[in-house]
């Protein structure tokens, strides 16, 4: 069945530093979206992608889909405190399959 | 934003027991809801899609007996867990996708806030 695959498992940075987190799946997706989880919270949807190629930004945050629909990578620049937290791709075919997340900690 | 409201947040019962999980969509309509459960340092299983008016759709290898879920109105759907043993303690947690939103296959999950369940 659909796997997706995301890395690494953790990231720890001083703050300021940059982080990114990869996706990859076994098949080609409809679309891929990117969630965050804060501690002892729920996921919350932070973006959508659709097009191959496509990338998009929310102030520090890059998101970017592969051409072959197969990847993405999340990208936050000079990260912060605030940026804790555990960060979700799920890719959509049929159905929307998680990732098992890539925890962030951030050393103020 | 949509809201998605889960509750209990937290329970702890006996083995034996059945426990009910509600998940409400409370500015919108949604016709599907989805269950997830997550076990520690780990993603998100998907456990069913809850279809309002129809029975649900239960993934491979989760126990449709076991893991009643029932989606009787456009607003609510809800998990009961029968006769609970210590190792189907978890976090469980609801998504519901709002109509109109999708541009694409799958709408954006707007999720509650999960429910902890501990069975002793």
């Known amino acids: 069945g659909q796997q997706v695959m995301q890395i690494p498992q953790y990231q720890h940075v001083q703050e300021g530093e940059d982080f990114t987190t990869y996706c990859n799946s076994s098949?080609?997706?409809?679309?891929i979206q990117w969630y965050k989880q804060r501690p002892g919270g729920h996921p919350v949807f932070l973006i959508q992608?659709?097009?191959?190629?496509e990338v998009k930004k929310q102030k520090r945050l890059t998101f970017q889909f592969g051409e072959a629909k197969k990847n993405s990578s999340l990208h936050i620049t000079a990260t912060q405190t605030t940026d804790v937290g555990t960060y979700f791709c799920?890719?959509?075919?049929?159905?929307?399959?998680f990732g098992k997340g890539t925890k962030l900690t951030v050393n103020p | 934003g949509a809201v998605v409201s889960q509750h209990p947040s937290r329970v702890i019962c006996k083995s034996g027991t059945s426990v009910k999980i509600e998940c409400r969509s409370l500015?919108?309509?949604?016709?599907?809801m989805f269950w997830y459960r997550q076990f520690p340092k780990q993603s998100l299983m998907l456990m069913a899609t809850?279809?309002?008016?129809?029975?649900?759709?239960?993934e491979q290898g989760v126990e449709k007996d076991k893991f009643l879920i029932n989606h009787a109105s456009l607003t609510l759907s809800t998990l009961t867990v029968t006769s609970a043993h210590p190792e189907d303690s978890s976090f469980y947690i609801c998504?519901?996708?709002?109509?109109?939103?999708?541009?694409?296959?799958?709408?954006?999950?707007?999720f509650g806030n999960g429910t902890r369940l501990t069975v002793t």
């Open positions: 998504s519901a996708e709002k109509p109109g939103t999708a541009i694409s296959y799958n709408s954006p999950l707007h």
């Open positions: 098949t080609t997706l409809s679309n």
């Open positions: 992608l659709v097009k191959s190629g």
């Open positions: 799920a890719g959509g075919s049929e159905k929307l399959v």
């Open positions: 500015d919108f309509q949604a016709t599907t």
């Open positions: 809850s279809n309002e008016g129809s029975k649900a759709t239960y």
